[in-house]
C-alpha cells in the first residue's frame, strides 16, 4: 500500500483501485479500512512544525485523487457541476463588494443581488439603487422567501429543479466517505492551534498562525460547495449526521492524538463558560440542543432554574418535553454569584462543533464565507440556523470581550442577516429553539455589565439603575450586531405577535427598556464652566434610536388593525407597571428636580407611541388604556421639563454645560429622532392636557419656564427664579410650546398623507431642497425593516403636487449648483405652517430663513408689501377621543394670562416682544375657532361662584370672556414702584376688584401644597417668559434678588376688556388714533363669510381685523361691543417714557428694515467697483470696458504707456530702471497636441474592444515629423523648420494688472513670511495677484515703448518690394543691436533673463530638449519661438479656431503677447543666424551654386518646401530689432505666402490622381505664358508637377496608388478651395500676431470669406481687386523673383531627395490636415457603464484591481489613483500620468466616487461631479447608489476651463497633494 508520500500517479492508482473495490462490494469492508488508515496518515496534524505547508498542499492532493477517485480533478468537477439544480445564487461577498437593492422586487428590506443578477434581471424603472456592502452579503437570487419572482434574473428564474437528473450513486460515493475524516482533521488542527488567552494579552498572532495554516483546507471545502447542489447535499449530511461526529471526535478510540485534542476542546469549552469573575451574569443560557429541538432554559441569577436542569446531559430526544419552570419577574441583584448554573454548550454534530471555534477564532472570514456559501441548500440552513441559535449567547460574549469588536460584528451580521431576513425560518427557530428570550435575555446581559445608579430626582435614595453612556459597549455601538438581529426578526408578522403574546417577555424588555430611561443626565452649571465637554450623548441617542425606538417601531408595525387590540393592552399595560416602578425607584413625588434634564424616556414613548396606535388604527377607546390622573400628572412631568429645557438651553441659560448641551437640543429635533422623541413627548402632554384639569395643566407650564412672576399687571416685578435677561425668551418659547400642543395634530387625526405633506412643506418653506436631503430630512418610521420606504410612490406624487422642480444650473463663478425642489405658489399662498417650521427646525435661522422666503413670496405676488407676521393656518379636524385639549383654549386661567399680556404689551412693559405678541394673538384665534357651539347671549355665571376666578371673568368660554371689562385689579409690588404713588379712587366697590393673589400670602410662595391643595386656587398669580440671544438690558430698580425690596398691594385703575385691549393695540400698531373701522358697517357679507383672502397676509394689524371679525361673527354681543368701543373716541394711550429695553424691541424691526437698506445700498456701490476688475479677471465679455492701461491698443495722443502698479499705486511708464510688469500665470500645457484630425469624437472606453490609441493626435503627428526630418537633413536646420510646444508648450497669460517689478519682490517677501496657509507654494514663485486675487506665479516685464513712434511705423511708405526685402536682410544681419547694448546690464534686462528662466523651468526638459546634441542653442531657438507659436495656437483655438469673429481679442485684456515677444526677441537676438543658413535668401534670391551642397559629407538642410512657414514667420519676426516697422511685416508676410501656396500646389499634386495630373500640367501649360501665369494657380500647378515629375516623386508602387486616389473629381473651384484652406491656417496665426504687434481690430467675416478678409486685413490682396468678379486664390501672390524660376529652385531640392529616398518624399510634404478643436472624450450617458467597467478592471501596471481606480478624461488612460503599487519615484500614478499626458494638467475621473478632480502641477482639487440623478444632484462617493446620467453642460464647462486653462482661477478649493495621489 503505497505510503502518504507517493508520487501523483501512485495516488490516482490507489484512488481509482479503493473506488473500484468500495463500489464493487466484495472486498469493499478491507478497502474501508485501507482508506480509513490511508485519510489518517494523510490528514493527521503535521506533527514536525516545519513541515506545515508541504504537508497540507500533500493531504489536500490526496483528498482531490480520493474524491475523484482516480479520475482528474477538472472532469470530476465538470461531472459534479451537471447535477447542480441552481435555483439560487447565494453568491457569498465579502465587505466592500459592490451590490444591488431593488425596493420594487424585494420583500424583505435586507435583499440584496450581485451586479451579475440585477443586470440579468428586468429592473428598469424600479426604484434600486447599487451600494457597497458594509458588512458582507449574499445575492438572493431565486430565494422567493426574500424577493418577488419577477425580480430573479434569467439563470434563476427557471425552476430547474425538475428537469436535473439523479446524481448516480458512485460519483460521490468516495466523498461521502472521505469529507467526514477531512472535516475531523479540520477541527483537530482548530483544537490543537487554540490556547485560551491570557488574561493580560490577547493571543491574536496565535490566532492568525493557525488560521493561515488552514487557509487551503478550508478553501477547498470553499471550491467544493461551488461544485452546486448535488455536493452541498453531500456536505450536508457529513455536518449534521451525529453518528460520524461519535465515532471520531469522542476520543474514546486509541489514537493518542486524538484523544488529547478531545481534551483541548474540553477545556476550551470550559473556558467559555463564565470562568470571569467580573461578568454579572452567572448564568448565560444552557440548551439541550436534541437532533430536532433545543430546549433553552435562561434564568438570571437568582432566578428559579427550570426544573430539568442537571440532569440534562443524557436525555437527548425529549424534544423539549422538560417544560419550562415558572419564571418570576426579575430584580437584578448584582450580589449573587451562583456558580452552579454553568452554560451547557452540547455539541451533536461537526457543524455545531466548527461554530463553536469560528466564534473562538473570533470569526474568520474564511469560514464564514465557507459557512455561508453552504446555504443554499434547505437542509443545511435549518440545521445552521439552529446551530447559530444555539450558539448565540456564546457569540455575544466572545464579542464582548474582543478587541475587533467592529469586524467582528460586521461577520456577526453577515451571517444573522442571511438566516434572520426569511421569515418562514426566524419562525421555526423561535418555535423551536426559543430565539426571542434568548435574544432579550442576552441584550438583558449585555447591557447589566454597565450600569450606573441614577442620579435623577432623589440622588440618595434613588433604587434606579441607567446604563452609563461613557462605557465602550454604548460608545463603540458594539450592542449593534444584537439590536439589528432584533429588529430584524421583529420585522416578521409570526414572530412579533408571539413577543406582544408573550407576558413574561414583555416584562423582561420593559425591564430592559427602563434601563435607558434617565440616561445621561444633565445637570445645569450655575457658578463656572465645566471644564470638560462629554460627548456620552451621542451614545446614549444613538442607544436609545437602536435599542428602544427601532424595537418599537417594529412592534408597532403589526399592530395596524383591529384584531391585534390584545397586543396593545398587553404593552400598554406592562409600560405603565414599569413606569410606575421607575417613579417608585427615582422616588418621585411631585416636582421634577430643578436644573437637571434627561432627554431619554423611552418608557414615556413607548406608552404614547401605543396609545396613539391603538386610537388611529385600532379603534381602541382611549379612556380605557389610560391610567388615572395622579398618574397622568405624573407622566407629564418629565416631558414638560424637556420642553422648558429646549427653551432654556436656546436663551443661553446652559451655556456654562459648553455646547454639547445645544447639541442634545438639536439632536433631539433632529429628522432621523424626532419623531421618536419630541413627536411622542408632545403627544404625551397633549394627551395628559385632554384629560387634566385645564387651570392646573397651563398654571404647570408657566411655572416650569419659570415665568410665573412676569404675569403679573404691575410694571415692576421680580422675579425670583429667573434673571430677568432671560424673562424675554422664556416667555415666547412658553406661548410658543402653548400653540404647538394646541395646534399639532400629527398624532390627533392626521392621516399618513397629510402628514407627509406638512412635512415636505415645512422642510421646502425653510429652504429649496435637493431630493436626497429632502428624502433624509423626512422623519419615516426610524426602523429600517418595516418596509415603509421614503422612496415609495406617495413621496414622489406628493413632491409634485408641493414642489416645483429647478434644473442645476451654473453661476458665473464656477460654483455648481444642484437640482432642487422650490414649493409651489398656492403652498406660500395656503399651506405655509409657521407652527410645523417652529417645531422641525434644528437651528434658529432657519425659521427666519422660512419667514424671509414668504415674505418674499407676498412681495413677489403683490399679496403684502410690508414685513408679514407669521400666518394663521387652519387646523385639521380633531379625532373626537381628544376633543379635551381645546378646554386649554376656554380656561380662565389663560384667559388671564392673555388678558394680562395684552395690557403689558399696551403698555409697554419690559421684556416684551413682538413675538409674544404674535403668539398670545395666535392663542386668542385659536380659541375662537374652536368656541363649543351653543353660547347663551346672556351672561349667566354658570356653577357655584368660585371665590378667586369670578373676579376676573365670569364664565370659561373665551368668546363671551373677550367682552368682559375688567375695572380694578389688586397687585403686589415692590415699594419702588410708580403704581404705588397712585391713590386708588374713592368708590372701589370690592366686587370689580380682583385680587391677582389668596389676599395676604406674599408673591414668593411654592405652588407644591396649593396644587395638591385644590387645582383650581392655584392660578391667581399670573406668569411669563423669554427666548432669543438678544439680551435687553433691564432698568432694574432694585437690588437682585438677594436683598428682596418690601412688597406691598398696590389697586390698578384697567377698565379694559379684551376686546378693547385687541383695539387699541390695533391702532396702537398702525401708529394712528381710531385706526380700526369695523369691516361690517361697509359689507355686511363679512359677517356671513368670513374666510376673506384678504386677511390672509399681513402684519400684526391683519391679525388684529381677523381676530375682531371672528369674534363679532361668533356673537352678536361682540360685535355690539366692538362698534360701541369704535364709536367711543378712544382716549390717546398714556404718554410714558418708553424705557430703553422697550424702544429696543420696538424699534427692532424698524432699526433692521433701515439696515437691510443701508446694507443693500452698499452691496450694489460694491458690486458695480468689483465690476469692473472682474471684467478683467472674470471671462466676462465685453468688449467696451475699456481699461485704464490698455496695453494692446495704439493710443495715439499719449506720448508713452501709462501703468498703474496695483501694490504701490503709482502711475508711470515703465523704464529701463524701474520697469513695470504684467501679472502672469505660465503654465505648461498639451491641450494643443490633444487635436485630432478626425471628425469622429473619441469616446471613453467601455469595453475591451475600445481602446485608445492616440497616434492621430496633433502632437503625435508633429513628432513623428520631426523625428523623420532628423533622420535625413541637417540637426540644426531641422530644427528651425517646424515649432514644438504641442505638448509642453508654455502658456501665458494674464488677469491685466501691471506692478512695479520691486514691489512685487518685497510683497513675495511678505507673503513668504505670512504664516496663514496659502493654497499656493511662495516658493515656487506663485501669488496671487494683489487686486484681483487671481493665480499667478510670474511678472512679465513691460518693453518700454513709445507710441508716438508706433503710429509712424505703421504710416504706409512707396517702397518697392525689392527695397524691404534687401531692408529686411540688412536688419537681419545686423543682429544683437538693441536699444540698450546687452553688455550694459539694466534692471530690464535682468527681469527680462528671470523670466525667460521662469518660462524655461515651467516645461519639463524632455518638452525642450529635441536637439541631437544636448544643450545646442538651437534648442533654445527652437523653444523661444515655439513659446509665441504656442500662445497664438491657443488663442485661436479659443477663439473656435478661426477669426470670423474678428473684433479685439475675446482674451484682449489678458493678452500679453506684445510684452512676451519682446522679451522673447531679446533672447533671440543672442544666437546668430549664420547668414549662409538664413532662410531668408532661399525665400528671395535664386541661388547659383546648385551642386556644391550634394558632395558635401553632411546632410543636407531641410529643403524649403519642408518647412513649416508659421515657424519661419516667426523666425524672421523675433530675429530683427523691436519694435519692428508694419512694412517689414508685411513684406515677410507676403515673401511666405509664395513659399506656403507652391507647398500647397505640391501637396494638392500628390493627391490627386496620375491622370488629373496630366490634365492640369497640360491645360495649365498654356496659361504659363500670359501676362498674369505667376498669379494664375493653374499655370503654377503646371510648373509645380513638371518640376517634381523631374524626380521620382510620382513614381508609385502599384499598392500605393490604389491608396492614393481620391474618388471625387476636382473641378477648379473645388481645387482654389482647397489652397485656400491650405493657406488659412498661416493667414491665421499671422492676422493675429499683426493684431497684437500693432492694434487695430481684426475684422469680422462669414466663414466662406474668411480667406480674402484674411488676405486684405494683412496687405496681400492687391489693391485693384474687387469683390464682384471670381476671386482666385493666386491673385495675392507677390513674387519678389520671377515665380517659376524660384519654384524649380525649391523643387529641385526634392527631387534630389527622391533620388536617395523616395519612399520618403511624400510623407515629408507638408500636408495641413484639418485640426479639429481639442476635446475630451466622449462620455456614455449612463454612468454604470463607466462603473462596471472600470471598477474590476485591473490595472496594467501593477496587475491588480486598485482600490481607488480613476480614468484620464484626455486620453482615457487608466490609473490607480495613490495607488503605492504604480508609485515610480515617490511619484505615485495620477501625478506621473498628469506630467506625461498634460504637461502637469490631469482630469481624472475617479471611478468609486463619479467625481473629478483636477491636478494643476503640485496641487490638486475636487473639480464635481458630471453626472447627476433623475433629480438633478451629485452622488459624490456613490453614497446613494441611485442611477446617474451625463449632465452635458457641466461637461461643456469642464472642457471650457480645460481648453482656456482656467482651472486655476475658478475653482477656488486647492490643495498640495505631495506627489500622493
Known sequence: MAGAGASGREKRATAARLKAALSGGGESGAAAAELQALLERALAPAAAPGGGEAAAAEALEWCRWLLSGGEPWEGFVQAVRAYDPATLCGLVWTANFVAYRCRTCGISPCMSLCAECFHQGEHAGHDYNMFRSQAGGACDCGDG????????????????????????????????????????????????????????????????????????????????????????????????????????????????????????????????????????????????????????????????????????????????????????????????????????????????????????????????????????DQDYKIAFTKTFVQHYAFIMKTLKKSHESDTMSNRIVHISVQLFSNEELARQVTEECQLLDIMVTVLLYMMESCLIKSELQDEENSLHVVVNCGEALLKNNTYWPLVSDFINILSHQSVAKKFLEDHDLLVTWMNFVSFFQGMNLNKRELNEHVEFESQTYYAAFAAELEACAQPMWGLLSHCKVRETQEYTRNVVRYCLEALQDWFDAINFLDEPAPNQVTFHLPLHRYYAMFLSKAVKCQELDLDSILPDQEMLMKLMIHPLQIQASLSEIHSNMWVRNGLQIKGQAMTYVQSHFCNSMIDPDIYLLQVCASRLDPDYFISSVFERFKVVDLLTMASQHQNTVLDSEHERSMLEGALTFLVILLSLRLHLGMTD???????????????????????????????????????????????????????????????????????????????????????????????????????????????????????????????????????????????????????????????????????????????????????????????????????????????????????????????????????????????????????????????????????????????????????PKTSMKWSAPGATPQLTTAILEIKESILSLLIKLHHKLSGKQNSYYPPWFDDMEVLIQPEIPKYFHGDGMTAVERILLKAAVQSRLNKRIIEEICRKVTPPVPPKKISPAEKKTLDKEERRQKARERQQKLLAEFASRQKSFMETAMDVESPDADIAMEIATSEQHVSEAVYDCVICGQSGPSTE????????????????????????????????????????????????????????????????????????????????????????????????????????????????????????????????????????????????????????????????????SISSETNLSKEMESVMKDIKSTTQKKYTDYSKTPGSPDNDFLFMYSVARTNLELELVHRGSNLCLGGASTAGKRSCLNQLFHVL????????????????????????????????????????????????????????????????????????????????????????????????????????????????????????????????????????????????????????????????????????????????????????????????????????????????????????????????????????????????????????????????????????????????????????????????????????????????????????????????????????????????????????????????EEDRDLRRGKPLYICKERYKVLEQQWVSHTFDHINKRWGPHYNGL
Open 145 to 376: 422567501n426574500v424577493m418577488r419572482e419577477a425580480g430573479f434574473c434569467k439563470r434563476h428564474r427557471m425552476k430547474s429543479s425538475s428537469n436535473v437528473p439523479c446524481v448516480p450513486k458512485d460519483l460521490l460515493m468516495m466523498s461521502e466517505l472521505v469529507l467526514p475524516q477531512f472535516i475531523f482533521s479540520l477541527i483537530q488542527y482548530l483544537r490543537e492551534g487554540y490556547n485560551e488567552p491570557a488574561l493580560d494579552l490577547p493571543s491574536e498572532k496565535d490566532f492568525h498562525k493557525v488560521l493561515q495554516m488552514l487557509e487551503p483546507h478550508v478553501s477547498f471545502l470553499e471550491d467544493l460547495t461551488k461544485m452546486g447542489g448535488a455536493m452541498r447535499s453531500v456536505l450536508t449530511q457529513v455536518l449534521t449526521n451525529q453518528q460520524f461526529y461519535k465515532d471520531l471526535s469522542s476520543g474514546v478510540g486509541e489514537n493518542a492524538c486524538a484523544k488529547k485534542s478531545h481534551e483541548k476542546y474540553l477545556i476550551a469549552l470550559k473556558g467559555s463558560g463564565l470562568a470571569f469573575p467580573e461578568d454579572k451574569l452567572a448564568c448565560g443560557m444552557q440548551e439541550q440542543a436534541s437532533g430536532t429541538s433545543t430546549s433553552a432554559a435562561q434564568g438570571l441569577a437568582g432566578a428559579t432554574a427550570t426544573s430539568g436542569q442537571g440532569e440534562s446531559s443524557d436525555e437527548e430526544d425529549q424534544d423539549g418535553s422538560q417544560g419550562v419552570g415558572k419564571r418570576k419577574r426579575v430584580k437584578l441583584s448584582s450580589s449573587t454569584k451562583d456558580q452552579s448554573i454553568m452554560d451547557v454548550l452540547k455539541h451533536k454534530y461537526f457543524l455545531e462543533e466548527l461554530l463553536f471555534w469560528t466564534i473562538k477564532y473570533e470569526f474568520p472570514q474564511k469560514m464564514v464565507t465557507f459557512l455561508l456559501n453552504m446555504l443554499p
Open 753 to 1031: 398623507d397629510e402628514i407627509l405633506r406638512a412635512e415636505m412643506v415645512a422642510q421646502l418653506c425653510m429652504n429649496d431642497r435637493t431630493h436626497s436631503s429632502l428624502l433624509d430630512l423626512i422623519p419615516e418610521n426610524p426602523n429600517p425593516k418595516s418596509g415603509i420606504v421614503p422612496g415609495s410612490l406617495s413621496f414622489e406624487s406628493m413632491l409634485s403636487a408641493v414642489a416645483d422642480f429647478k434644473a442645476p444650473v451654473f453661476e458665473p463663478g464656477g460654483s455648481m449648483q444642484q437640482g432642487m425642489y422650490t414649493p409651489k405658489a398656492d403652498i406660500w399662498d395656503k399651506e405655509f405652517d409657521p407652527v410645523m417650521v417652529i417645531l422641525r427646525t434644528v437651528y434658529r435661522r432657519d425659521v427666519q430663513s422660512a419667514m424671509d422666503r414668504y415674505t418674499a413670496f407676498l412681495k413677489q405676488s403683490g399679496k403684502f408689501p410690508g414685513n408679514p407676521w407669521p400666518p394663521y393656518k387652519k387646523r385639521t379636524p380633531l379625532h373626537p377621543s381628544y376633543k379635551g385639549l381645546m378646554k386649554l383654549l376656554h380656561c380662565k386661567t389663560l384667559h388671564i394670562v392673555l388678558f394680562t399680556l395684552l395690557y403689558k404689551i399696551l403698555m409697554d412693559h419690559q421684556n416684551l416682544s413682538e413675538h409674544v405678541l404674535c403668539m398670545v394673538l395666535y392663542l386668542i384665534e385659536l380659541g375662537l375657532e374652536d368656541s363649543p357651539d351653543q353660547e347663551s347671549d346672556e351672561e349667566d355665571s354658570v356653577g357655584g361662584h368660585e371665590r378667586c376666578h369670578d373676579s376676573w371673568f365670569p364664565g370659561s368660554n373665551l368668546v363671551s370672556n373677550m367682552r368682559h371689562f375688567i375695572n380694578y385689579v389688586r397687585v403686589r409690588v415692590p415699594e419702588t414702584a410708580p403704581e404705588v404713588k397712585r391713590e386708588p379712587p374713592a368708590g372701589t366697590s370690592s366686587d370689580g376688584l380682583a385680587s391677582s393673589q389668596n389676599s395676604g400670602t406674599a408673591q414668593v410662595f411654592s405652588l407644591v401644597a396649593e396644587r395638591r391643595k385644590k387645582f383650581q386656587e392655584i392660578i391667581n398669580r399670573n406668569s411669563s417668559e423669554a427666548s432669543q440671544v438678544v439680551r
Open 1217 to 1380: 530702471d524701474r520697469p513695470t510688469g504684467l501679472v502672469v500665470l505660465l503654465q505648461a500645457s498639451s491641450v494643443l497636441g490633444q487635436c485630432r484630425n478626425s471628425t469622429e469624437p473619441k469616446k471613453l472606453p467601455t469595453s475591451e474592444e475600445e481602446q485608445i490609441y492616440p497616434g492621430d493626435t496633433c502632437a503625435a503627428i508633429h513628432d513623428i515629423r520631426l523625428t523623420t526630418l532628423q533622420q535625413y537633413f541637417k540637426d540644426s536646420s531641422c530644427l528651425q523648420a517646424v515649432s514644438i510646444g504641442w505638448e509642453g508648450g508654455v502658456y501665458v497669460q494674464t488677469c491685466g494688472h501691471t506692478l512695479h517689478i520691486d514691489c512685487h519682490k518685497s510683497y513675495m517677501e511678505s507673503l513668504r513670511n505670512d504664516q496663514v496657509l496659502q493654497g499656493f507654494s511662495v516658493d515656487k514663485g506663485e501669488f496671487t495677484c494683489p487686486l484681483c486675487r487671481q493665480f499667478a506665479n510670474s511678472v512679465l516685464p513691460c518693453y518700454p515703448g513709445n507710441n508716438v513712434e508706433r503710429s509712424l511705423w505703421q504710416c504706409h511708405s512707396n517702397k518697392s518690394m525689392q527695397e524691404l526685402i534687401k531692408e529686411v536682410e540688412e536688419l537681419q544681419e545686423q543682429l544683437g543691436t538693441f536699444p540698450v
Open 1465 to 1816: 526677441a531679446m533672447h533671440m537676438r543672442l544666437y546668430s543666424i549664420d547668414s549662409a543658413y538664413n532662410p531668408w535668401r532661399k525665400l528671395t534670391q535664386l541661388m547659383q551654386d546648385r551642386n556644391s551642397q550634394m558632395n558635401s559629407e553632411e546632410l543636407p538642410e531641410v529643403p524649403v518646401l519642408y518647412r513649416d512657414v508659421s515657424s519661419l514667420l516667426l523666425i524672421q519676426i523675433l530675429t530683427m530689432p523691436q519694435p519692428l516697422r508694419k512694412e517689414h511685416f508685411t513684406c515677410i508676410v507676403k515673401v511666405l505666402f509664395t513659399l506656403l501656396y507652391t507647398q500647397a500646389l505640391a501637396a494638392f499634386s500628390v493627391k490627386c490622381s496620375a491622370e488629373d495630373r496630366m490634365a492640369w500640367k497640360n491645360s495649365g501649360a498654356l496659361k504659363k505664358n500670359t501676362c498674369n501665369g505667376e498669379k494664375s494657380w493653374e499655370a503654377l500647378l503646371s510648373h509645380v508637377i513638371t518640376e517634381l515629375s523631374k524626380g521620382k516623386m510620382f513614381e508609385e508602387r502599384e499598392t500605393e496608388e490604389i491608396a492614393m486616389v481620391i474618388p471625387s473629381v476636382w473641378s477648379p473651384r473645388s481645387i482654389d478651395c482647397y489652397l485656400q484652406q491650405f493657406c488659412l491656417p498661416f493667414l491665421r496665426i499671422t492676422c493675429l500676431l499683426q493684431h497684437h504687434l500693432f492694434g487695430g481690430d481684426l475684422p469680422s467675416c462669414q466663414e466662406d470669406e474668411e480667406f480674402t478678409v484674411l488676405a486684405n486685413c494683412l496687405g496681400l490682396l492687391p489693391s485693384s481687386f474687387q469683390s464682384s468678379h471670381q476671386f482666385s486664390s493666386a491673385s495675392c501672390l507677390d513674387w519678389p523673383v520671377p515665380a517659376f524660376n524660384i519654384i524649380s529652385q525649391w523643387c529641385l531640392e526634392l527631387a534630389s531627395f527622391a533620388d536617395r529616398h523616395a519612399e520618403q518624399v511624400k510623407a515629408l510634404l507638408i500636408q495641413e490636415p484639418k485640426w479639429d478643436l481639442p476635446c475630451l472624450l466622449q462620455l456614455p450617458e449612463n454612468y454604470n457603464t463607466i462603473f462596471q467597467y472600470y471598477h474590476r478592471k485591473t490595472c496594467t501596471v501593477c496587475t491588480k484591481v486598485p482600490k481607488d481606480p480613476a480614468v484620464c478624461l484626455v486620453c482615457g488612460t487608466f490609473v490607480c489613483l495613490k495607488g503605492l503599487c504604480c508609485k515610480q519615484q515617490s511619484y505615485c500614478e495620477c501625478v506621473l500620468h498628469s506630467q506625461n499626458c498634460g504637461a502637469g494638467t490631469g482630469i481624472f475621473l475617479l471611478i468609486n466616487a463619479s467625481v473629478i478632480i483636477i491636478i494643476r502641477g503640485h496641487r490638486f482639487c475636487l473639480w464635481g461631479s458630471v453626472y447627476l440623478d433623475a433629480h438633478g
